[in-house]
């Protein structure tokens, strides 16, 4: 099977953009759907991302999902963060008999 | 709108097993192109996916729980449930039930299950 790699933690200032990527050990990344997932401290996760890179209803548009086959990632972008937007983030996505796998997450930090 | 919320025991005692339910409203666990799917977060830790049983009954186990993992469900009560056997303090976590696939998850509150004698 597969594993995504998520960065431990990233950090950046209000206003800014933070990118946070989810790389896929082997097979092709856009060979299954990629979700993202938003875990304030003590919530309960909330989908941003869905299918690469559908943002679902009341997901703030400053949140956008991207593919690169180049690097076999898929990619979590964040405009005009907000301190708001400091949580957990993590990625998922499927393998060929449509098992989860989840990225180890990402810790945001705004500051 | 769909709604769920798990129940169970919070404390389990070692080598028991580990039961829960989640309940669904506003939705049909036997209806629609869904993963009813079971979700763990040990403290401090990240997600892990247990498992999920699509709407036609079939389920989908991670392998490293399978030998201990049942996902079953119940279409008159419109619930789908978990069992872990022989759990040990490593399987203490919040456990989460959701529905999933092509649409934006919808999650349950999560339900803490501590094992412990």
């Known amino acids: 099977n597969f594993m995504l790699t998520q960065p431990h933690s990233v950090s950046e200032s209000p206003g800014k953009t933070v990118t946070i990527s989810c790389t896929r050990s082997s097979g092709s990344i856009g060979s299954n759907y990629v979700q993202w997932f938003q875990q304030r401290p003590g919530s309960v996760p909330t989908s941003v991302i869905y299918?690469?890179?559908?943002?679902p209803s009341g997901v703030p548009d400053r949140f956008s999902g991207s593919l690169d086959t180049s690097s076999n990632s898929a990619s979590l972008t964040i405009s005009g963060l907000k301190t708001e937007d400091e949580a957990d983030y993590y990625c998922?996505?499927?393998?060929?008999?449509?098992?989860?796998?989840f990225g180890g997450g990402t810790k945001l930090t705004v500051l | 709108q769909v709604q769920l919320q798990e129940s169970g025991p919070g404390l389990v005692k070692p080598s028991q097993t580990l039961s829960l339910t989640c309940t669904v409203s506003g939705g049909s666990v036997s209806r629609g192109d869904y993963h009813w799917s079971w979700i763990r977060q040990s403290p401090g830790k990240g997600l892990e996916w247990i498992g999920y049983i699509y709407y036609s009954g079939s389920t989908y186990y991670n392998p490293s729980l399978r030998s201990r993992l049942s996902i079953s469900q119940d279409t008159s009560k419109n619930q789908f449930s978990l069992k872990l056997s022989s759990v040990t303090a490593a399987d203490t976590a919040v456990y989460y039930c959701?529905?999933?696939?092509?649409?934006?998850?919808?999650w349950g509150k999560g339900t803490t299950v501590t094992v412990s004698s």
């Open positions: 299918n690469d890179n559908q943002r």
């Open positions: 998922q996505s499927y393998d060929s008999s449509n098992r989860w796998v």
């Open positions: 959701a529905r999933c696939w092509s649409s934006p998850c919808v």
